[in-house]
Every structure is written in structure tokens, then in C-alpha cells.
T-cell receptor, first 114, second 111 residues
Framework: GAGVSQSPRYKVAKRGQDVALRCDPI?????LFWYQQALGQGPEFLTY????????KSGLPSDRFFAERPEGSVSTLKIQRTQQEDSAVYLCASSVAGPSYEQYFGPGTRLTVT | GESVGLHLPTLSVQEGDNSIINCAYSNSASDYFIWYKQESGKGPQFIIDIRSNMDKRQGQRVTVLLNKTVKHLSLQIAATQPGDSAVYFC??????????FGTGTRLTIIP
């Protein structure tokens, strides 16, 4: 079946530009997660949704980062006024329900800020 | 080209041999541990998990061992194959929604 998909796969932005990254979770998955993965590092938690409710956004590095999931399915991670330190791979994951269920990851969006 | 993992711990294993990848965790309250495999350009892929009330769990060609006394987790891969070459991450869950990942180990299989 279809897995988690993310678009675009690659994004180059000039410093100061706004970007929007999209995640399509597996159909029926209640929970959706965003992670940031810097080069050579493990993924780091950004935020978590259960259906349309954003239950935890403690990992968002600044108020330039904003995530939404208005209908409880597709999610968008928006970064305003991008900075060079935002360059990373942004991973989306979904799971059936709850934190201890297996999280299925998408391929990620590689963001490069120049 | 992509230069991922320049500072990752590395492990090189002869094809057909067994691999052991180790991970130390810090939070004694963690109740769920997962091993992920990540190939270049792809997202992490679930391998196997273990709950804190267990010491060992086996899957197909993989075994995870959990030592809560010294907060240590290991992944054993039997009879490694070229397709096992990847970066392996351990992750822990404290019973909430977050996964906290370790830094990863790059496994290279020598033909």
C-alpha cells in the first residue's frame, strides 16, 4: 500500500524566504509527527498531531516554524524567513494511534537555505 | 554529492558475519525502544522494537537486547548481507508521543 509521502523532495530557498513542506500520511493514521534531521545526526522531534489537534509543539526551534493539519489528514510545515541553520531534512511520520505504535516515516524533504 | 554521516560511528563487517550495533540511552523512564534503519535519501525504516519489561526480542535475522541496569541497547544482525548497509538509529519513547533518537551508527558490509 501507499506509504507516507512528502513534497517537495528537495527545496532550495534564499535566506529570508518562506517555505511550505507537505506531508501526506498513511490513510487512516491518527497520529502525525514532524522531525528535523541535520546532516550526520539523528532525527529530532518538532511537533505532533492527533487528528487535527496539535498536542505537542515543544520541539519547534522558533516562532518562525508553524505546522498545521486542519482536516486531520494532510499536514504542512511552514518556515518563515528561512535562515541557513534551517537547512536540514524534514521528516514526517504517521502512526495508527498513540506514541508507542510504530511510526512510519516518509522520505523527507531536503531543505537548503542559501 | 551527499556526504552524510561524516562524524557517525562506523562499523565494517564482512558479508555473512554477524553485526552488533550498540546504543546507550539516558532516560531510565523510557518504556519503549526502537531500532530504525536509514538508507541514503530515505526516511528511517522500522526494524524491531522492545518494551522496557523485556530483555530480549527476536525478529527475522535481528535480535534486540535491553540491559536496563546499564541503560544499554544492542541490535544484532545475523548473517549480514549487502542490503544491510545503512545508518542504524536507536530511539526511545518515554510513554509520550516523542521519539528521541541516538546519533546513529553507519554499518558497511564488506563483500
Amino acid at each position: 500500500g501507499a506509504g507516507v509521502s512528502q513534497s517537495p523532495r528537495y527545496k532550495v530557498a534564499k535566506r529570508g524566504q518562506d517555505v511550505a513542506l507537505r506531508c501526506d500520511p498513511i490513510s487512516g493514521h491518527v497520529s502525525l509527527f514532524w522531525y528535523q534531521q541535520a546532516l550526520g545526526q539523528g532525527p529530532e522531534f518538532l511537533t505532533y498531531f492527533q487528528n487535527e489537534a496539535q498536542l505537542d509543539k515543544s520541539g519547534l526551534p522558533s516562532d518562525r516554524f508553524f505546522a498545521e493539519r486542519p482536516e486531520g489528514s494532510v499536514s504542512t510545515l511552514k518556515i518563515q524567513r528561512t535562515q541557513q541553520e534551517d537547512s536540514a531534512v524534514y521528516l514526517c511520520a504517521s502512526s495508527v494511534a498513540g506514541p508507542s505504535y510504530e511510526q512510519y516515516f516518509g522520505p523527507g524533504t531536503r531543505l537548503t537555505v542559501t | 554529492g551527499e556526504s552524510v554521516g561524516l562524524h557517525l560511528p562506523t562499523l565494517s563487517v564482512q558479508e555473512g558475519d554477524n553485526s552488533i550495533i550498540n546504543c546507550a540511552y539516558s532516560n531510565s523512564a523510557s518504556d519503549y525502544f526502537i531500532w530504525y534503519k536509514q538508507e541514503s535519501g530515505k526516511g528511517p525504516q522500522f526494524i524491531i522494537d522492545i518494551r522496557s519489561n523485556m530483555d530480549k526480542r527476536q525478529g527475522q535475522r535481528v535480535t534486540v537486547l535491553l540491559n536496563k541496569t546499564v541503560k544499554h541497547l544492542s541490535l544484532q544482525i545475523a548473517a549480514t548481507q549487502p542490503g544491510d548497509s545503512a545508518v542504524y538509529f536507536c530511539a526511545e519513547n518515554f510513554g509520550n508521543e516523542k521519539l528521541t533518537f541516538g546519533t546513529g551508527t553507519r554499518l558497511t558490509i564488506i563483500p
